[in-house]
């Protein structure tokens, strides 16, 4: 017959003695008579005191937080079973409500939200079906490796967040102790590698659009030139309306959504360089008739055609977003300082974006104003012989071969 192991006796707490000994840390305490450290706490309602078996104080910090959340962990899940259980479904309905009902949310951030729930289930069958206390680490780690294995870094991370707001839920209710997604490392995204097209490039891409032969060919090419001209998003250019273009002060106001605004929520105003007046005063000489809340552009977007012309012309695919791109890296090269193009692209960082995105535009460009710099007092380098050294820069100094000869 098995014996059953019996807990080690815990000594009582007498009233009016000095047998314990209180500590700098809560829930810690000292046996004074065998020098050993206690743990003291309370779990639900519950008063538990259990010996840490050491006698080092340092050893009996880290026993006591190993306990407390064993104990916490037993507590869970007897209080789980007796309330009846909590289901990742039960989470993720109350996810959602927060999520649709916070207002300070873009839609399409709310947009972006489902998607990464979306992705979430696929990746992981019968996900809802689950108990929350069966969301432990084990499990995240395993769904982690299948989705990092076809998923780039961006959406990894932002599926991985997602799942951790989800399992909150749970801790918020009282089902779970502790987040186990927390476990799951981010992937480190790296910046994308900018391919734009040339001056060339870019005017035989415009070209190869108009010259698709379908109907909205030309309003597409010219939202290409609205985008790539002003540094807009998608989004902002869709919604400017003629009364937004101001010609005698050679400007553009953007708006963006007229329920959201713009992403950064402020209104901005962007010079019309030559190019854009050019554009702007072309179309709307050819529309003289429409009111000033009319849109600008006729077509939302291009993608498609921009494909299909980036095949013809034998460029990389160019998207939307790096029309935008393009017209900040016009901006830089042409000697715009990194401050005054963030303004100009709605950024509210003062420029530390522009900086990391196009920093090495500016190193190019202060190299090559660099040689514009003068004092008047260097002499012109005259061409050295093939047996002429020189040293520090200084005189040329003869070989001691040619010494020699002389």
Not at 175 to 189: S, T
Not at 272 to 284: D, F, H, K, Q
């Given at each position: ?65 190993d306990l407390e959340k064993a104990e916490r ?74 989705l990092g294995a076809d998923a780039c870094p ?250 020699v000869q002389k």
């Amino acid at each position: 017959m098995k014996t059953q192991k019996r807990k080690p006796a815990v000594p009582a707490e007498p009233a009016g003695t000095d047998a314990w000994q209180k500590t700098p840390y809560a829930n810690l305490v000292r046996y004074v008579p065998s020098k050993k450290y206690f743990a003291r706490i309370r779990v639900g309602g519950k008063l538990i005191r259990q010996s840490l078996k050491t006698t080092t104080l340092t050893v009996a910090k880290l026993r006591l937080a190993d306990l407390e959340k064993a104990e916490r962990l037993l507590a869970e899940n007897a209080t789980a079973v007796a309330g009846g259980k909590m289901t990742v479904q039960d989470a993720l309905k109350t996810y959602r409500t927060r999520l649709h009902g916070d207002r300070s949310l873009k839609p399409r951030t709310k947009a972006y939200r489902e998607e990464c729930i979306s992705k979430l289930l696929r990746t992981w069958p019968k996900l809802e079906e689950l108990d929350v206390r069966q969301v432990n680490k084990t499990a995240c780690l395993d769904w982690a490796a299948r989705l990092g294995a076809d998923a780039c870094p961006s959406v990894f991370n932002h599926t991985v967040g997602t799942l951790k707001r989800i399992v909150e839920m749970a801790v918020e209710a009282g089902a779970l102790y502790d987040n186990p997604v927390r476990f799951i490392k981010r992937q480190k995204e790296r910046p994308k590698q900018l391919k734009l097209p040339t001056h060339d490039q870019f005017k035989t891409f415009v070209e190869a659009i108009e010259q698709a032969g379908v109907c909205s060919c030309y309003q597409a090419a010219d939202l290409v030139r609205f985008l790539a001209f002003g540094g807009f998003r998608k989004s902002e250019a869709k919604n400017i309306v003629w009364s937004d273009c101001d010609f005698e002060k050679e400007e553009i106001t953007v708006r963006g959504d007229p329920e959201t605004g713009t992403k950064n929520s402020t209104v901005r105003q962007v010079p019309m360089i030559p190019e854009m007046l050019e554009l702007l005063c072309r179309l709307r000489k050819s529309r003289a008739d429409e009111a000033g809340d009319q849109r600008v552009m006729k077509v939302a977007e291009c993608q498609i055609s921009m494909d299909r012309a980036a095949k013809l012309v034998g460029t990389p695919r160019v998207t939307h977003h790096d029309l935008r791109h393009l017209f900040a890296t016009r901006c830089i090269e042409s000697g715009v300082d990194i401050p005054t193009v963030s303004r100009w692209l709605g950024h509210k960082d003062g420029g530390a974006l522009a900086m990391k995105v196009y920093g090495h535009l500016r190193n190019q460009h202060s190299k090559a104003m660099a040689q514009k710099v003068s004092f008047g007092v260097t002499q012109p380098l005259q061409p050295a012989s093939p047996n002429t050294r020189f040293e520090s820069g200084r005189q040329p100094i003869n070989s001691p071969k040619s010494a020699v000869q002389k």
